[in-house]
């Protein structure tokens, strides 16, 4: 690699304000905001808007959509080619 032309990668405390959840990870992102974590260490904080915790896939609340009436609507509207 090159030397001088990649961000610092360091920890970086992750944080989703939808779940009040916080991780801390390492990463190239960067920040003005920081936060004092359980180890007592302050690191730059980035917030974000949906995690694993808040996601609805992860979290089971996602909907099953009706695809089959979909693809039907879609073969009337514009006729099944094949």
């Keep these: 690699m090159r030397n001088g032309i ?3 990668y ?3 405390v992750f944080r ?9 990870t ?3 992102m960067t920040s003005t905001k920081t936060i004092e974590w359980e ?3 302050t690191y730059p904080v980035v917030d974000v808007e ?5 996601h609805p896939f992860y979290t089971g609340t996602a909907r099953v959509l009706d695809t ?7 073969e ?7």
């Design 39 to 41: 180890d007592g260490n």
């Design 68 to 74: 089959a009436g979909r693809v039907e609507r879609f």
């Design 6 to 8: 990649h961000p610092p």
């Design 10 to 12: 360091g920890p970086v």
């Design 50 to 54: 949906i995690s694993n915790v808040s």
């Design 26 to 28: 390492r990463s190239t």
């Design 16 to 24: 989703d304000r939808a779940a009040n959840h916080a991780f801390l």
């Design 76 to 82: 009337r509207r514009y006729g099944k080619k094949g």
